[in-house]
């Protein structure tokens, strides 16, 4: 049971952090205690651990020794001291834990071998070895001699070897490497270079560089630098050469250039990276002040060096994974997940999942999910800035296929302005599409009862939330995701006129996943019906049991009330009782209690005084609240002062998803809205409510 891990490279180096997040992220769906640890590290805090720390909210990092006190060691001839001391430090750190990653040494000097170093500290350690061999820059043929002779090195050196990683291999080698390779015992994995991953961002460069920011909003620094462009000559010139991702340098005094770029940015002409002037000349405030009512958001710093040696230094500037740039997280995690078997690496981890769904592993496995759903999600929002932040996340993490809504030039200017790569989404403005004739149509007739003419179809179903929810009921969208700019009913209007609920089900209604600490919980419904019957509040049940079961969460349902079994009276308590012998009815096989009051639901010792016996006292983790009032208050006051994360509203009962967002949501919570919808879209309608007794053990 491979539960430490170590990655060592070889040569040194490779881009292990971006194998280091791939393999945590993995270890993330499994286990709740991780940690990860450097033998060695260069400075306090270091980048990596930091990345790992913050991202996956990991309960230990540290290392084992620091670069100097090795150093000091090393020219005393004490080696196996140093050996020694870094073991016995790591081993107390990594006691206890579920999963741990350590991250092998990659200095180029100081160590007579360094692979037989990082070999020798993975066996003292007991951990398996996944050793990365850096493939920039070569050719297929001279990988693949670096990757047998890493294995054979390995295995000689009496290492456990999980698998081997060709890292930033160009992307059309990859099929070749892996030929060229042949059969090893182990797995053999080519993941590609990304220049979103290595390529420096403007922040980047102008800190190098020693420079000041001069116009931009912060976020538009993250923009990736994927090449450089000189400004020295005219206009016209400079026009010919300007392209995605580009970084010009040019003098401060060049007022036409500077004014060339920011026009060429936002007619669509180039996609810049941001604009550095040389010298440390600022323009004339003229010029500066017809630059921000040009808008566009492009960076714009100002550096001390002169053009020529700003190139030469930006040429060495590499892009770094850290945790205030979770864009290139994201993109190395896509590039991770697109190229390695990781279902196969997991089970050669061979680390049992945890019984209890904790928030890190439910957030990390609804990315899984919604991958191999591959559903299509159309998002109404098209220029909004979280929304468009989201969508770039979701196509480096092949989640699901996307289709944008609004005026497309007004799209695509906006992630220009944004400095985002979204050439995998579709762009579909509602008022010239070919489809507006047929949704009208079909509008129309499914609104004749209400005295909807096609003259009034044709107008109503150019708003994007309208024009949305059709394309899902028409089949040319999987389902829908909106809000984050629009009331709720704006959303979930349309879907009851069109979509309308599973046959069997009375009323559509919601949950909300509530990521505690240490486990995920559903409450419903806290955001649809504000009175339900008991038949409604039976569906609510079923509902929500079955939205838990999809998820990984084993329904155990609790049908909330002020009395617990028969020890309170009234038409509410009746109400509860009525509904959860609906529920028993229908779905025999579901554990479910009722009516029960929050405190016995949680806690086994009051379940055991109140309801001894039952299978859902004490141990509740789906939670049917009695109407809406009651539920909305409970999750709200669970969110703040719980400090849970509440994912939803997620509606349940429509024959075709569609998700509401907060209009507070942030990019977080869009890619996680939009990864559940995708797995809702992924289950057969007649499934979205059924009894979910079949899902428990």
């Not at 026009?263 to 180039?270: I, N």
């Not at 995690?333 to 769904?357: H, Q």
Request: charged share 20%.
């Amino acid at each position: 049971m491979a539960r430490r891990i170590y990655l060592t490279g070889h040569p040194a180096g490779g881009g292990k952090s971006a194998i280091a997040l791939g393999v945590m992220e993995l270890l993330s769906r499994r286990v709740r205690r991780l940690g990860a640890f450097r033998p060695l590290v260069r400075s306090e805090p270091d980048p990596t651990l930091e990345l790992l720390r913050c991202r996956y909210r990991l309960e230990r990092v540290g290392a084992g020794a620091s670069e100097a006190e090795a150093a000091a060691l090393l020219s005393a001839g004490r080696l196996d001291e140093l050996i020694g001391t870094v073991v016995e430090c790591l081993r107390e750190q990594v006691e206890g834990l579920d999963a741990a990653l350590i991250i092998g040494t990659d200095f180029d000097s100081g160590f007579p071998d360094d692979l037989a170093l990082n070999a020798r500290l993975a066996n003292e350690l007991g951990a398996a070895v996944l050793s990365i061999v850096d493939g920039r820059g070569r050719d297929p043929e001279e990988i693949a001699g670096l990757i047998g002779t890493a294995y054979h090195s390995l295995v000689d050196l009496d290492a456990t070897l999980l698998a081997l990683v060709a890292n930033r291999v160009p992307a059309a080698a990859r099929e070749k490497v892996l030929a060229a390779v042949g059969a090893l015992p182990v797995p053999v994995y080519a993941v590609p270079d990304v220049p979103a991953v290595s390529a420096p961002t403007v922040a980047e460069v102008t800190d190098a560089l020693g420079g000041v920011r001069l116009l931009g909003r912060p976020e538009s620094y993250a923009r990736d630098v994927l090449s450089v462009v000189f400004g020295g000559a005219t206009v016209p010139t400079l026009l010919d050469h300007l392209h995605d991702g580009a970084l010009l340098i040019t003098p401060g005094d060049r007022a036409d250039l500077i004014l060339a770029a920011h026009t060429a940015h936002l007619a669509g002409r180039a996609a810049l990276a941001g604009v550095v002037l040389t010298l440390g000349l600022r323009p004339d405030p003229r010029v500066v002040e017809l630059v921000t009512h040009l808008g566009g958001e492009l960076p714009v710093a100002v550096v001390p060096t002169d053009s020529f040696e700003t190139m030469a230094r930006v040429a060495g500037i590499e892009g770094q994974l850290s945790p205030d740039n979770p864009r290139k997280a994201e993109a190395a995690l896509g590039a991770f997940e697109s190229s390695v078997d990781t279902a196969g690496l997991t089970r050669r981890l061979d680390i049992a999942r945890s019984a209890r769904v904790t928030p890190l592993m439910f957030e990390y496995e609804l990315i899984s999910g919604a991958r191999a759903a591959r559903r299509h999600v159309v998002l109404p929002e098209g220029t909004e800035e979280r929304i468009l932040r989201a969508a770039e996340i979701l196509l480096r993490r092949d989640v699901c296929e996307l289709t944008l809504l609004g005026p497309q030039e007004s799209v695509r200017r906006r992630i220009r302005e944004l400095g985002l790569a979204l050439t995998g989404a579709s762009i579909v403005d509602p008022m010239a599409s070919p489809w507006r004739e047929d949704f009208a149509s079909r509008y129309a007739q499914l609104r004749a009862h209400r005295g909807v003419t096609l003259e009034n179809a044709r107008d109503l179903v150019t708003d994007p939330n309208y024009f949305g929810t059709l394309m899902v009921a028409s089949g040319r969208a999987d389902a829908m995701v909106s809000g984050a700019a629009h009331p709720t009913a704006d959303t979930i209007r349309p879907a009851f006129q069109i979509i309308k609920t599973v046959p069997g089900v009375s009323v559509a209604s919601s949950v909300f996943f509530m990521c505690l600490p240490d486990q995920v919980l559903v409450y419903g419904d806290c955001a649809i019906v504000p009175d339900p019957t008991p038949e409604q509040l039976a569906d609510i049940a079923i509902s929500s049991a079955a939205t838990a079961a999809a998820f990984g969460i084993q329904p155990l349902v609790a049908m909330l009330s002020y009395a617990t079994g028969g020890s309170g009276h009234g038409c509410d308590v009746e109400k509860v009782a009525a509904a959860t012998a609906l529920v028993r009815q229908r779905a025999p096989q579901l554990p479910v209690e009722g009516p029960i009051q929050y405190d016995a639901a949680v806690d086994p010792v009051v379940a055991a005084a109140k309801l001894p016996g039952s299978r859902v006292a004490g141990r509740a983790t789906v939670f049917i609240f009695p109407d809406l009032n009651t539920g909305n208050n409970t999750y709200k006051a669970v969110q703040r002062s719980a400090g849970a994360v509440a994912v939803g509203p997620v509606l349940q009962g429509l024959r075709r998803p569609v998700n509401d967002l907060s209009r507070g949501a942030t990019v977080a919570d869009i890619v996680n809205t939009v990864a559940i919808t995708a797995i809702q879209a992924a289950a057969p309608a007649d499934e979205a409510a059924a009894p979910a007794g079949g899902a428990v053990a």
